[in-house]
């Protein structure tokens, strides 16, 4: 089975289905990152953007044609080496199954990401989840995880949002293989 469409039973025993998303999906991503505090909920269209233009480095999660997790991301022109993730979002009703890791990896494995050497994603100081995600995530391929205040509250955020710190993890690409 390609890596690009996976098949996953969850600890419970759920099937969950990894992949792609596609146009028809910007409605529903939107709607999962409205029932993901604390995430910013972006406009539909943004969405759908990311479902349609961004598809080769986004991962949706579904079972039984509901969608429960979504990764956004992209490779940044003047990065071909990184990937940078926008949103992970999970459902309430799959989280501690892993998935956050799982699509992470499942994104990580496709061709669109065979040069990837690191990952980088902003969280604010407060996100304990998407902190305890991504230290997991490193700690489980042996990358390094470093980070450094990226988007300032006052100097780039009008004041109107918390600190956004730039959190970078070197890939081993070996460890990488492994874990899919």
Known sequence: MSKENLKIVSPTGDLLHLRKPCK???SEVWKLVAACPPLDQNSMYMNL???????ETCVL?????????????HI???????????????????????????MLKAM?????????QALETTITKSNAA???????FARDLG???????????????DGQHATEHLVTIGLPRKALRIAA
Do not use: Y
């Not at 953007?49 to 598809?55: E, K, L, R």
């Not at 993730?85 to 892993?98: F, K, S």
């Not at 990358?143 to 955020?157: I, K, M, Q, T, V």
């Open 49 to 55: 953007v990311q479902c349609d233009h961004f598809a």
């Open 108 to 116: 990580l494995n496709r061709p669109a990401c065979a040069e990837v």
């Open 130 to 136: 998407s902190w305890g995600l991504f230290r997991s």
């Open 143 to 157: 990358g390094r995880l470093s980070d450094a205040p990226h988007f300032d509250r006052d100097n780039h955020l």
């Open 24 to 26: 028809e999906d910007g």
């Open 61 to 73: 999660a579904e079972r039984d044609g509901q969608v429960l997790g979504w990764i956004s991301g």
């Open 76 to 102: 940044p022109p003047d990065q071909p080496d990184t990937i940078f993730v926008w949103q992970v979002a999970v459902h309430e009703d799959a989280r501690g199954l892993g998935l956050g890791k799982r």
